[in-house]
Protein backbone atom coordinates (compact mmCIF):
# COMPACT_ATOMS: atom_id res chain seq x y z
CA UNK A 1 0.00 0.00 0.00
CA UNK A 2 1.34 3.29 -0.95
CA UNK A 3 2.09 6.06 1.33
CA UNK A 4 -0.75 8.36 0.68
CA UNK A 5 -3.21 5.64 0.14
CA UNK A 6 -3.14 4.76 3.45
CA UNK A 7 -5.53 9.02 4.01
CA UNK A 8 -7.85 7.15 1.03
CA UNK A 9 -11.67 6.46 2.61
CA UNK A 10 -13.27 3.69 2.33
CA UNK A 11 -17.16 2.96 2.47
CA UNK A 12 -18.36 0.88 5.81
CA UNK A 13 -21.88 1.35 5.84
CA UNK A 14 -24.78 3.97 4.81
CA UNK A 15 -27.76 5.99 7.15
CA UNK A 16 -30.74 3.97 5.95
CA UNK A 17 -32.79 6.03 8.03
CA UNK A 18 -34.09 7.04 11.69
CA UNK A 19 -34.85 4.40 13.96
CA UNK A 20 -37.18 5.86 17.46
CA UNK A 21 -37.58 8.89 18.75
CA UNK A 22 -34.00 9.23 20.26
CA UNK A 23 -31.96 9.66 17.66
CA UNK A 24 -31.34 7.00 17.19
CA UNK A 25 -30.23 5.61 13.15
CA UNK A 26 -30.12 2.59 11.23
CA UNK A 27 -26.97 1.71 9.33
CA UNK A 28 -26.25 -0.73 6.78
CA UNK A 29 -22.77 -2.07 7.42
CA UNK A 30 -21.08 -3.37 4.27
CA UNK A 31 -18.11 -5.01 6.17
CA UNK A 32 -17.50 -8.46 6.23
CA UNK A 33 -18.40 -8.92 10.28
CA UNK A 34 -21.64 -5.96 10.29
CA UNK A 35 -20.49 -4.95 13.82
CA UNK A 36 -17.21 -4.16 12.57
CA UNK A 37 -18.08 -1.25 11.60
CA UNK A 38 -17.90 0.13 14.71
CA UNK A 39 -14.58 -0.86 15.18
CA UNK A 40 -12.17 1.53 12.45
CA UNK A 41 -13.12 4.62 15.16
CA UNK A 42 -15.10 7.80 13.53
CA UNK A 43 -16.72 7.56 10.46
CA UNK A 44 -16.08 10.30 7.95
CA UNK A 45 -18.72 11.37 5.49
CA UNK A 46 -18.32 12.86 2.12
CA UNK A 47 -19.02 16.63 2.78
CA UNK A 48 -16.12 15.79 5.78
CA UNK A 49 -18.58 15.55 9.14
CA UNK A 50 -17.14 12.97 11.71
CA UNK A 51 -19.31 10.51 13.79
CA UNK A 52 -18.72 8.63 16.98
CA UNK A 53 -20.80 5.31 16.27
CA UNK A 54 -21.84 3.12 19.29
CA UNK A 55 -24.49 -0.03 18.38
CA UNK A 56 -27.37 -0.57 20.02
CA UNK A 57 -28.64 -3.00 18.82
CA UNK A 58 -30.28 -4.72 15.37
CA UNK A 59 -33.14 -3.81 13.32
CA UNK A 60 -34.07 -6.56 10.06
CA UNK A 61 -31.10 -5.76 7.63
CA UNK A 62 -29.15 -3.38 9.65
CA UNK A 63 -28.05 -2.27 13.12
CA UNK A 64 -29.54 0.28 15.54
CA UNK A 65 -26.86 2.87 16.36
CA UNK A 66 -25.96 6.01 18.06
CA UNK A 67 -24.05 8.67 16.19
CA UNK A 68 -22.15 11.43 18.24
CA UNK A 69 -24.10 14.40 17.81
CA UNK A 70 -27.35 13.06 16.74
CA UNK A 71 -29.74 14.00 19.79
CA UNK A 72 -33.42 13.69 17.99
CA UNK A 73 -34.99 12.06 15.05
CA UNK A 74 -35.01 15.02 12.99
CA UNK A 75 -31.13 14.72 12.73
CA UNK A 76 -31.31 11.49 12.28
CA UNK A 77 -33.98 11.28 9.52
CA UNK A 78 -31.55 14.16 7.89
CA UNK A 79 -29.09 11.79 7.04
CA UNK A 80 -31.05 9.15 5.55
CA UNK A 81 -28.34 8.05 2.35
CA UNK A 82 -25.23 9.39 3.81
CA UNK A 83 -22.65 6.82 3.62
CA UNK A 84 -20.30 6.23 6.12
CA UNK A 85 -16.25 6.02 5.65
CA UNK A 86 -13.18 5.39 7.45
CA UNK A 87 -9.68 5.91 6.07
CA UNK A 88 -8.07 3.08 4.42
CA UNK A 89 -5.15 3.57 7.42
CA UNK A 90 -7.32 2.46 9.91
CA UNK A 91 -8.05 -0.97 8.75
CA UNK A 92 -5.88 -3.80 10.63
CA UNK A 93 -2.55 -4.86 8.53
CA UNK A 94 -3.25 -8.62 7.01
CA UNK A 95 -0.76 -11.09 7.06
CA UNK A 96 0.95 -12.22 4.23
CA UNK A 97 -1.19 -13.11 0.72
CA UNK A 98 -3.98 -11.71 2.38
CA UNK A 99 -5.65 -8.40 0.77
CA UNK A 100 -8.31 -6.29 0.83
CA UNK A 101 -10.76 -5.60 -1.46
CA UNK A 102 -10.40 -2.27 -1.61
CA UNK A 103 -6.84 -2.48 -2.66
CA UNK A 104 -7.26 -4.79 -5.30
CA UNK A 105 -10.01 -3.19 -6.73
CA UNK A 106 -8.45 -0.53 -9.41
CA UNK A 107 -5.15 -2.19 -9.70
CA UNK A 108 -3.69 -2.06 -13.10
CA UNK A 109 -3.42 -5.76 -13.72
CA UNK A 110 -0.32 -6.61 -16.22
CA UNK A 111 0.66 -10.03 -18.29
CA UNK A 112 3.80 -11.70 -17.81
CA UNK A 113 5.56 -10.42 -20.77
CA UNK A 114 4.32 -6.39 -19.28
CA UNK A 115 1.62 -5.72 -21.66
CA UNK A 116 -1.05 -3.94 -19.14
CA UNK A 117 -4.29 -6.03 -20.06
CA UNK A 118 -6.74 -3.60 -17.86
CA UNK A 119 -7.54 -3.14 -14.25
CA UNK A 120 -9.20 -5.23 -11.52
CA UNK A 121 -13.18 -4.40 -11.76
CA UNK A 122 -13.74 -6.64 -8.32
CA UNK A 123 -13.28 -9.56 -6.62
CA UNK A 124 -15.59 -12.53 -5.55
CA UNK A 125 -16.13 -15.50 -3.69
CA UNK A 126 -18.78 -17.53 -4.75
CA UNK A 127 -17.73 -20.48 -2.32
CA UNK A 128 -14.79 -22.04 -3.97
CA UNK A 129 -12.15 -19.52 -3.66
CA UNK A 130 -11.75 -16.04 -4.40
CA UNK A 131 -11.54 -14.81 -8.04
CA UNK A 132 -10.72 -11.76 -9.51
CA UNK A 133 -12.74 -9.84 -12.60
CA UNK A 134 -10.44 -7.76 -14.80
CA UNK A 135 -11.85 -5.65 -17.45
CA UNK A 136 -9.75 -3.17 -20.08
CA UNK A 137 -10.11 -2.05 -23.64
CA UNK A 138 -7.26 -4.76 -24.43
CA UNK A 139 -9.68 -7.22 -23.24
CA UNK A 140 -12.73 -8.23 -25.52
CA UNK A 141 -14.95 -9.35 -22.13
CA UNK A 142 -14.17 -9.31 -18.65
CA UNK A 143 -11.34 -11.71 -17.82
CA UNK A 144 -12.05 -13.95 -14.78
CA UNK A 145 -8.62 -15.11 -12.75
CA UNK A 146 -8.62 -17.59 -9.67
CA UNK A 147 -6.49 -15.30 -7.02
CA UNK A 148 -4.00 -18.43 -6.77
CA UNK A 149 -0.35 -18.06 -6.86
CA UNK A 150 -0.06 -19.67 -10.15
CA UNK A 151 -2.44 -17.32 -11.55
CA UNK A 152 -1.56 -14.15 -10.26
CA UNK A 153 1.96 -14.51 -9.40
CA UNK A 154 2.39 -10.73 -8.55
CA UNK A 155 0.74 -8.48 -6.34
CA UNK A 156 2.06 -5.39 -5.78
CA UNK A 157 0.20 -2.55 -3.80
CA UNK A 158 2.96 -0.03 -3.74
CA UNK A 159 3.31 0.11 -7.45
CA UNK A 160 -0.44 -0.23 -8.03
CA UNK A 161 -0.09 -3.47 -10.36
CA UNK A 162 -0.42 -6.83 -10.41
CA UNK A 163 0.94 -9.15 -12.55
CA UNK A 164 -1.06 -12.33 -14.19
CA UNK A 165 -0.54 -15.12 -15.91
CA UNK A 166 -3.79 -15.56 -17.91
CA UNK A 167 -4.61 -19.34 -18.56
CA UNK A 168 -5.13 -21.51 -21.71
CA UNK A 169 -8.97 -21.71 -21.49
CA UNK A 170 -10.64 -24.76 -23.87
CA UNK A 171 -13.17 -22.66 -26.40
CA UNK A 172 -14.39 -25.58 -27.36
CA UNK A 173 -17.67 -26.80 -27.13
CA UNK A 174 -18.32 -30.16 -24.73
CA UNK B 1 -35.26 -38.20 -2.32
CA UNK B 2 -31.09 -38.76 -2.68
CA UNK B 3 -29.59 -40.98 -6.03
CA UNK B 4 -29.63 -44.24 -5.09
CA UNK B 5 -26.01 -45.32 -4.19
CA UNK B 6 -25.55 -48.51 -6.88
CA UNK B 7 -25.77 -45.45 -9.47
CA UNK B 8 -23.06 -43.83 -8.39
CA UNK B 9 -22.52 -40.40 -8.80
CA UNK B 10 -23.61 -38.57 -12.01
CA UNK B 11 -20.76 -37.37 -13.84
CA UNK B 12 -20.98 -35.84 -17.71
CA UNK B 13 -18.28 -38.41 -20.00
CA UNK B 14 -16.84 -35.15 -21.45
CA UNK B 15 -16.37 -33.76 -17.73
CA UNK B 16 -14.04 -36.56 -16.85
CA UNK B 17 -11.89 -36.42 -20.56
CA UNK B 18 -11.41 -32.81 -20.19
CA UNK B 19 -10.06 -33.54 -16.55
CA UNK B 20 -8.01 -36.28 -17.53
CA UNK B 21 -6.37 -34.59 -20.03
CA UNK B 22 -5.85 -31.37 -17.90
CA UNK B 23 -4.09 -33.52 -15.63
CA UNK B 24 -1.98 -34.85 -17.84
CA UNK B 25 -0.85 -32.28 -19.03
CA UNK B 26 0.07 -30.21 -15.95
CA UNK B 27 -0.27 -27.07 -17.29
CA UNK B 28 -1.83 -24.18 -15.15
CA UNK B 29 -5.17 -23.88 -17.25
CA UNK B 30 -8.84 -23.35 -16.74
CA UNK B 31 -11.09 -26.30 -17.81
CA UNK B 32 -14.08 -24.94 -19.34
CA UNK B 33 -16.90 -26.23 -18.81
CA UNK B 34 -21.00 -25.83 -19.52
CA UNK B 35 -22.39 -29.13 -17.39
CA UNK B 36 -23.10 -27.73 -14.45
CA UNK B 37 -25.16 -31.08 -13.30
CA UNK B 38 -21.82 -32.94 -13.20
CA UNK B 39 -20.76 -34.12 -9.62
CA UNK B 40 -17.38 -32.46 -8.26
CA UNK B 41 -14.93 -36.03 -7.82
CA UNK B 42 -12.23 -36.71 -5.44
CA UNK B 43 -9.95 -36.98 -9.12
CA UNK B 44 -11.06 -33.09 -9.81
CA UNK B 45 -9.02 -32.02 -6.28
CA UNK B 46 -6.46 -29.60 -7.12
CA UNK B 47 -8.24 -28.57 -10.84
CA UNK B 48 -9.58 -25.43 -11.75
CA UNK B 49 -12.68 -25.22 -13.76
CA UNK B 50 -14.53 -22.74 -15.52
CA UNK B 51 -17.98 -23.34 -14.92
CA UNK B 52 -20.86 -21.90 -16.86
CA UNK B 53 -23.47 -19.68 -15.71
CA UNK B 54 -25.47 -18.75 -18.69
CA UNK B 55 -23.13 -15.47 -19.76
CA UNK B 56 -19.19 -16.77 -18.22
CA UNK B 57 -17.14 -18.95 -17.09
CA UNK B 58 -16.95 -18.34 -13.45
CA UNK B 59 -13.50 -20.24 -12.00
CA UNK B 60 -14.03 -22.89 -9.53
CA UNK B 61 -10.98 -24.18 -7.59
CA UNK B 62 -11.66 -27.21 -6.56
CA UNK B 63 -10.60 -28.50 -3.34
CA UNK B 64 -11.72 -31.88 -1.53
CA UNK B 65 -14.80 -30.15 1.20
CA UNK B 66 -16.47 -29.60 -2.44
CA UNK B 67 -16.70 -33.31 -3.46
CA UNK B 68 -19.90 -34.75 -3.79
CA UNK B 69 -21.46 -31.21 -4.65
CA UNK B 70 -22.48 -30.44 -8.09
CA UNK B 71 -20.47 -27.71 -9.99
CA UNK B 72 -23.34 -25.36 -10.52
CA UNK B 73 -23.45 -24.90 -7.14
CA UNK B 74 -20.02 -22.47 -7.08
CA UNK B 75 -21.70 -20.78 -10.28
CA UNK B 76 -24.40 -18.47 -9.23
CA UNK B 77 -26.37 -17.40 -12.13
CA UNK B 78 -26.46 -13.84 -10.62
CA UNK B 79 -24.48 -11.29 -10.09
CA UNK B 80 -24.61 -9.02 -6.70
CA UNK B 81 -21.66 -6.23 -6.75
CA UNK B 82 -21.86 -5.54 -3.02
CA UNK B 83 -19.23 -3.13 -1.82
CA UNK B 84 -15.93 -3.95 -1.28
CA UNK B 85 -15.31 -2.29 2.93
CA UNK B 86 -13.37 -4.54 4.95
CA UNK B 87 -13.97 -7.87 2.57
CA UNK B 88 -10.76 -9.59 2.47
CA UNK B 89 -8.99 -11.85 -0.27
CA UNK B 90 -7.01 -14.63 0.20
CA UNK B 91 -4.56 -15.90 -2.24
CA UNK B 92 -3.88 -19.62 -2.54
Known amino acids: ?174 | MARSVWKGPFVDAHVLKKAAKARESGRNEVIKIWSRRSTILPQFVGLTFGVYNGHKHIPVSVTEEMIGQKFGEYSPTRTFYGHAADKKAKRR
Open chain 1, 1 to 174: MAVGDRDRLICVGAIAGAFGVRGEVRVKSFCAEPEAIAGYGPLVTEDGRRFAITIRGTAPGALVCRLSGVETREQAQALKGTRLHVARGRLPDLPEDEFYHADLIGLTVQDTGGAVLGQVRAVHDHGAGDFLEITGPALARPLLLPFTRAFVPTVDLARGRIVVDPPQGSDEAP
